[in-house]
């Protein structure tokens, strides 16, 4: 599966760079991203999550995916920005609530796993 930053590095070449052979990878994985923003969300509603999170999941979705189709261009560049820092704010946020959950369960552990290299 593409990697985020790749698929944002296609948008970046064709609107910044004007490489016109990267439309069709864009205009096609913004499709496919409405698909998994869809599914998603009906998972997510299936699965008895938070609705109110399953829609703020699926809004942002689909305002990514209408500012790369109708915006202009120097929306989509903006878009590709706040999708990246998006990105590494929830990595960043997931990984440290990981070492915050080992912390806790190795809180009365006298040889605690908690390590960095654990991540």
């Not at 910044?16 to 994985?29: D, E, P, T, W």
């Not at 995916?65 to 903006?78: D, E, F, N, T």
Request: proline share 3%; hydrophobic share 40%.
């Amino acid at each position: 599966m593409l990697s985020p930053q790749y698929i944002s590095a296609g948008t970046f070449t064709e609107e910044v760079l004007g490489a016109n052979f990267c439309r069709i990878f864009n205009s096609k994985s913004g499709e496919i991203g409405v698909m998994f923003a869809l599914m998603k969300y009906s998972y997510e509603i299936f699965h008895g999550d938070d609705d109110a999170n399953a829609r703020l999941n699926l809004s942002g979705n689909l305002l990514q995916y209408s500012l790369g189709r109708w915006g202009w261009q120097g929306v989509k560049i903006a878009n590709i920005g706040i999708f990246l820092i998006n990105y590494s704010l929830t990595e960043f946020a997931e990984r440290a609530f990981h070492l915050l959950d080992l912390a806790r369960k190795d809180q009365n552990n006298p040889f605690p796993s908690l390590m960095i290299s654990s991540c």
